[in-house]
């Protein structure tokens, strides 16, 4: 799992060689806790296994001391006295840490980096996305959740008008648009993710069909309009915020994607939709994050 947007001029590391679940909990402790675009963590298995390493990068020194309590207080205190610090060279950490991630598979949809491009079966959808700075390679549990929703949806039915808010690196707007051969609206605030999306579209042959915008929610005039199938792979807060405008968007039997969401974010996310007439259809939770899909009326 990579998470948080990496600093260009990243100078200073953290490193913890631990279990799986306490590597993930640390890494997810601190893309929580610290700006994501000054902090960047990336949490893989070592060769040979159980051990896992987590990485994170700073872009700022760290306050050592801080940072120790926190990890003490999420896992224990042996988890804290293993962090190691150090400071680091100018480099290309992601393409070094994207080295140690597998592809991630949903469906027929295989996410995967340049260095597993042979891992291709016939009949794969492949979507090569790089970590860059922009939210999105797969790996993560949000990411991954909306991935395997997708996979769901499209066997029961097939989506003709489909927006992704927050595209981030573009993976979900591309396999939409790999899956169902039609144009995808998405947008982002973040004006280096909307350039990110539209080369990995160009780059996975979805350039005619995605092409992202920077915008606020959806207050642009390329996301105008209504929508059977719309992902919102945020966070809970704009989440929430955005209820009406989302709501306002969905035709009549759309269903919404909704993820970034940790275990105690859900219930507020869901009172958020439920007050526009909105109601869980299926939940599906990796690592400790919720995806979920609502469909408009019934009774969730």
Aim: hydrophobic fraction near 45%; charge should be neutral.
């Amino acid at each position: 799992m990579i998470e948080g947007l990496p600093p260009n001029n990243a100078s200073h590391m953290l490193r913890l060689d631990c279990d799986e679940k306490r590597a993930r909990a640390v890494a997810d402790l601190i893309v929580e806790t610290f700006d994501p675009t000054e902090t960047a963590a990336a949490a893989f298995e070592l060769d040979g296994g159980p051990q896992w390493s987590l990485e994170v990068y700073f872009a700022d020194a760290p306050d050592e001391a801080l940072i120790r309590a926190l990890i003490e207080a999420a896992t224990d205190a042996e988890t804290a006295r293993a962090v190691r610090f150090s400071t680091v060279a100018e480099q290309d950490w992601v393409e070094n840490a994207l080295a140690g991630l597998a592809p991630v598979r949903a469906g027929r949809v295989l996410v995967h980096g340049a260095h597993d491009r042979a891992r291709r079966r016939a009949n794969d959808i492949g979507v090569e996305i790089e970590a860059a700075l922009a939210f999105g390679t797969g790996h993560h549990g949000t990411t991954l959740g909306c991935l395997k929703a997708l996979e769901r949806i499209a066997k029961r039915r097939r989506p003709t008008r489909i927006l992704d808010v927050g595209t981030g690196t573009g993976v979900l707007a591309i396999a939409s648009a790999r899956l169902f051969r039609q144009r995808i609206a998405c947008g982002d605030i973040d004006p280096v993710a909307v350039a990110t999306a539209r080369a990995n579209a160009s780059a996975n042959r979805a350039g005619p069909y995605v092409r992202p915008v920077v915008a606020t929610g959806l207050r642009h005039a390329a996301l105008q309009g209504e929508y059977d199938l719309i992902f919102a792979n945020i966070l809970a807060r704009p989440l929430r915020l955005l209820a009406p405008e989302i709501a306002g968007a969905a035709a009549p039997g759309a269903e919404l994607v909704l993820s970034g969401l940790l275990a105690r974010d859900v219930g507020g996310v869901l009172d958020a939709y439920r007050a526009q007439g909105f109601f869980l259809f299926e939940r599906r939770d990796i690592d400790g994050w919720a995806t979920l899909v609502l469909r408009r009326g019934g009774v969730g």
